[in-house]
């Protein structure tokens, strides 16, 4: 079987009416087997105004908005629908691909399986640590469990890290996980984007060190330690400046927490490249992502990273080499970013310049690794082997079955 051979359908809570991390390798991914002539359908909510055009063809599926004081911004797919179902009926996929365990993906999951179609799940965020970010942590063990009734019901996994895939399987979550990593566009994120008059634009001297904050403005970011740690270096009277790339409901709250720190607002392309590669220290103190796009892309522009010893960043960070990885405080439930360890990580690279042009220099080194074709082709083989598999296992039942009299 070949990759042109491919039907997939391919299940999003998000596929392009917020852009985010997730969505972006959706994007590149359906790109890429387009590009090797499968086919592919999208089922997403839709909005009349999406940040950005998708990728291949969407199919809308009945959502509301997310039922979260702070997210409103983001959809819940709530069912298929009968327009749906009469869609992927009409496509005829022989494989499907669930990016969300909202209802309308545990929907398209059983849809799948009374069709005898296998189905690939990607794991893209630690939904299961949400709660504790909306005082909600009493929960967690509840999404905990229908996480694993999800996950287990699938025939594989993908996720994005070797640590996260590790937590998985020590979850109990699949014992058939895929390392579907990421890639970095060389072409907008590179050391050679640094641009001192687009510094010098908002308000950084050539001599400031500018600590980075890059992504959506939303508290499961780390909003709260970044700040916090910024706090800490304030009070020990560490030089810096703080530079926030990125918008999102949340930015109220990080503005009053960060006085005196410069917002440059959401980038994309281009600009998101040049403000990325002008700052000069990357703090990353979320636990959330499974990979972290922005650690990759920060390491691709020449910045040594800082961040919280979570999943993704401890796939990417060298401890020492191309930056910090600063271990958790607690552990399970309770585990959580320390902001004074991350404060006493940065200090150094806020006061050497030898060593943030020495272990940025390496992690952009190090970034040169990630290669989207080669990545997202180990979607596709994934794809591939399920389907046969269940195909042997099908003929296997056939050539077993007694002889109708």
Partial sequence: METSDLRIALFSGNYNYTRDGANQALNRLVRSLL?????????????DKP???PTGDLVGV???RMPV??????????????????????FKPNIVHLSSPDPAGHAALSWA?????????????????????????????????????????????????????DELVAMDMHDDIALWTRGVDRTVFSSEKRDMDWRRSIGLADDDVAIVFLGRLVMEKGLDVFAETIVQLRKRQVPHKVLVIGDGPARGWFEDALPGGIFAGFKTGAELGQAL??????????????????????????????????TGASSLVDDGVTGRLVPLKGKGASAAPDSTGLAEAIAPYCTDPALRRAHGEA??????EYSWEAINQVVADTYIRLIEDRRALQE??????????
Avoid: W
């Fill in 62 to 64: 009945p959502n509301v």
């Fill in 113 to 165: 399986q009374d069709h005898d179609i296998p189905v690939l799940a990607s794991v893209h965020t630690r939904f299961e640590t949400y709660p504790r970010y909306y005082n909600l942590a009493f929960l967690e063990p509840v999404v905990i469990g229908i996480l694993r009734r999800f996950y287990n019901r699938c025939d594989a996994l993908v996720a994005p890290s070797q640590s996260m895939i």
């Fill in 396 to 405: 296997q039942e056939a050539a077993s079955a007694p002889a109708a009299s």
């Fill in 35 to 47: 590009d090797k002539g499968a086919q592919v359908r999208v089922y997403s909510p839709v909005v």
């Fill in 277 to 310: 590669a002008s700052g000069d220290i990357f703090l990353n103190p979320s636990i959330t992502e499974t990979f972290g796009n922005v650690t990759l892309e920060a390491m691709a522009c020449g910045l040594p990273v800082v961040a919280a010893g979570a």
């Fill in 51 to 53: 940040d950005f055009e």
């Fill in 69 to 90: 004081k702070g997210r409103g911004e983001y959809r819940l797919p709530l069912r298929l629908g009968r327009a749906v179902k009469r869609d992927l009926a009409l």
């Fill in 363 to 368: 992690g952009e080194e190090r970034s040169r």
